[in-house]
């Protein structure tokens, strides 16, 4: 079965300054990678997805991530956070269960991001 | 939001007793799924379905169940629930076209 970890449960940041959120997968064959936020209250939204082509990937609100293979690792990365990105983060991986073609994502524990004035 | 509806958002329950949630789509896709999430865990998948009463078990399926006999509605039953049920349930989608899951809004139960 297929594995996330994310290294950092909590990251405080000032505003402005540079983000940069880790991932790392089990291999497990073809992949597909996402990243999804959670604002207080609400539901899970994507950021962004990688499943082929470019390993350098863009998502809505200036967020993009990096697919390095040979690390089995997918960071999320931001150049500039506001505090409106205050939020948690989820990597997920695409794995297979069954032969019937169907599949859940595998999550990793979240990245709590708090971004301070 | 990609129609999906989660009823009740909300549940408080007794210790023993039967809940069951229920996902609702209005778009007619096939595969629904069901997580459950619980601080220090991220989300993890209790059981989905890849059609009308085609379901299978996924990580923490231990005293769950399901049952899909409509494509619009997913039921997620406790048989009797436990304090170690209580947790934020959310219901998502998945259309053939895509591979990211499309999230409800979640159910909060505490089992009391």
């Known amino acids: 079965a297929q594995s996330v970890s994310q290294h950092n449960h909590h990251v405080i940041l000032s505003e402005a300054a540079s983000l940069e959120l880790g991932c790392n997968y089990s291999y497990g064959g073809t992949v597909n990678l996402f990243w999804y936020v959670q604002y207080p209250g609400q539901h899970l939204q994507l950021l962004l997805k990688?499943?082929?082509?470019?390993?350098l990937v863009k998502g809505i609100k200036g967020f993009e991530a990096e697919f390095i293979k040979s690390k089995f690792s997918f960071n999320l990365r931001k150049p500039s956070v506001q505090w409106s990105d205050t939020a948690e983060y989820f990597c997920?991986?695409?794995?297979?269960?069954?032969?019937?073609?169907?599949?859940?994502?595998?999550f990793g524990k979240g990245t709590h991001l708090i971004i301070q004035p | 939001d990609a129609g999906i509806t989660q009823s009740p958002r909300h549940k408080v329950t007794e210790t023993g007793t039967p809940v069951t949630l229920r996902c609702h789509q209005t778009?007619?896709?096939?595969?629904m799924y069901w997580y459950r999430q619980d601080p220090g865990h991220g989300l993890r998948l209790i059981h989905y379905s890849y059609g009308v009463k085609d379901t299978d078990k996924g990580e923490v399926s231990d005293g769950y169940s399901v049952s899909r006999s409509k494509t619009e509605d997913f039921l997620l039953t406790l048989e009797s629930a436990t304090s170690s049920q209580t947790s934020v349930y959310f219901c998502a989608i998945r259309t053939d076209s895509s591979t990211e899951a499309f999230f409800g809004q979640g159910t909060r139960l505490t089992v009391v």
């Open positions: 997920a991986v695409r794995s297979m269960y069954s032969g019937g073609g169907a599949d859940g994502l595998t």
């Open positions: 778009e007619n896709h096939r595969y």
């Open positions: 990688y499943f082929s082509g470019d390993p």
